[in-house]
């Protein structure tokens, strides 16, 4: 009688341990990874960075979001907070536009940020890892809201949280800071949940939360947009350096 081969064991047929040693050495398949519901996006960023995090938000991420970004980053990042942006339909890995840029520099941007802006679209891990989103207009809100419910309070139009914002002392906000102890985060959070205790109580047309689209329009286009942002960019760091100076 034949002897078995060593690792066959006692009453398997050749043809079952066959079939069992190639099972064992062929790889199970795996499913391809599901494409992403907005394109080529950027990984995103860790969400467990523990500097309070601002986000802003438009469509393209190349005109208004950008300018609030780098704008807020040079005003705020001595404080520790970190500024990002993406857009809803983003061009993904665009500059930001040439007027943009030249707004936001002078503007007070640096120079190197705006310049080495890339679009990217908006994903949910950008939302998590937010403590303050500010949109660009109000459907960029809805977008972002829709997206992830749970930081519906932390959202804002910037002009909206301007607006909200300019009801709130800078010594009611310190204090509201105060209150939560030492830690950035929560001390930010307070204060965010002081100026959105003022919803509903400032009465404004809706239309005036929104910060015009310069996209492919003129010159003026731009001026009035950044006219339209940069005050409300004042206000966010007002609030800000409230709860974190």
């Known amino acids: ?38 394109g080529s996006a950027k990984p995103a960023e860790s969400t467990d960075d523990a500097r309070p995090t601002i986000l802003t938000v438009c469509t393209g991420n190349i005109c208004r979001s950008p300018m609030a970004e780098v704008l ?38 640096s120079p190197a940020d705006a310049a080495a802006h890339s679009a990217r679209y908006l994903v949910e891990p950008y939302l998590l890892g937010a403590d303050l989103v500010l949109a660009m207009a ?6 972002a809201v829709k997206m992830m419910p749970s930081r519906m309070r932390r959202t804002f139009t910037v002009r909206e ?6 009801t709130l002392s800078t010594d009611q906000a310190h204090a509201a800071a105060e209150a939560a102890g030492a830690d950035p985060k929560a001390r930010l959070a307070a204060v965010l949940q002081a100026v959105t205790d ?26 009035k947009s950044a006219a339209q942002l940069i005050p409300a960019l004042d206000e966010v760091e007002r609030v800000v350096r409230a709860a974190l100076g």
Do not use: C, N
Request: charged residues 25%; glycine residues 4%.
């Open 1 to 38: 009688m034949t002897p078995l081969p060593p690792d066959r064991p006692a009453g398997m047929s050749r043809r079952e341990w066959r079939e069992q040693r190639m099972a064992k050495s062929t790889p199970t398949p795996q499913p391809p990874a599901a494409p992403s519901l907005f």
């Open 72 to 109: 807020l980053r040079a005003r705020l990042e001595s404080l520790g907070v970190r500024v990002h942006s993406a857009g809803t339909h983003a061009l993904v890995d665009h500059a930001m536009t040439e007027p943009a840029q030249a707004l936001a520099v002078e503007s007070g941007a």
């Open 138 to 143: 109000r459907e960029h809100r809805s977008y």
């Open 161 to 166: 949280f301007a607006r909200l914002a300019s």
């Open 198 to 223: 003022q919803r509903g109580l400032v009465p404004a047309d809706p239309e005036d939360d929104d910060v015009i689209d310069p996209y492919r329009r003129s010159q003026e286009t731009y001026a």
